[in-house]
Nanobody, 124 residues
Framework: QVQLVESGGGLVQAGGSLRLSCAASGRTFSSYTIGWFRQAPGKEREFIAAISWSGGNALYADSAKGRFTISRDNSKNTAYLQMNSLKPEDTAVYYC?????????????????WGQGTQVTVSS
């Protein structure tokens, strides 16, 4: 089992950048695929990106390609989401999630563990 805690959210102007962190507890962090999702008010939670246990493979939603980068540091039990060129429509609560299986998973149901989320607000 793994517990996840997100941080790094906040208020940023359009065009700015943020780096979100997902800190995990538990000895088996390095065996989990980590995914990032977001949920805007009144909308369903949507997939952003996922990274394999080794960091060697990543999967991105089309909306994230070119602006967002997922990474991880297993020595720190932490995954990251670097977000650049932020837009007001990126405003949402951002969640990290974990699954003890492969990286090709882009739906909420495919992830077993979730953090509590961190708010990202992009002003125009």
């Amino acid at each position: 089992q793994v517990q996840l805690v997100e941080s790094g959210g906040g208020l940023v102007q359009a065009g700015g950048s943020l780096r979100l962190s997902c800190a995990a507890s538990g000895r088996t962090f390095s065996s989990y695929t980590i995914g990032w999702f977001r949920q805007a008010p009144g909308k369903e939670r949507e997939f952003i990106a996922a990274i394999s246990w080794s960091g060697g493979n990543a999967l991105y939603a089309d909306s994230a390609k070119g602006r967002f980068t997922i990474s991880r540091d297993n020595s720190k039990n932490t995954a990251y989401l670097q977000m650049n060129s932020l837009k007001p429509e990126d405003t949402a609560v951002y969640y990290c999630a974990a699954r003890p299986r492969g990286v090709r998973a882009a739906t909420v149901a495919e992830y077993d563990y979730w953090g509590q989320g961190t708010q990202v607000t992009v002003s125009s």
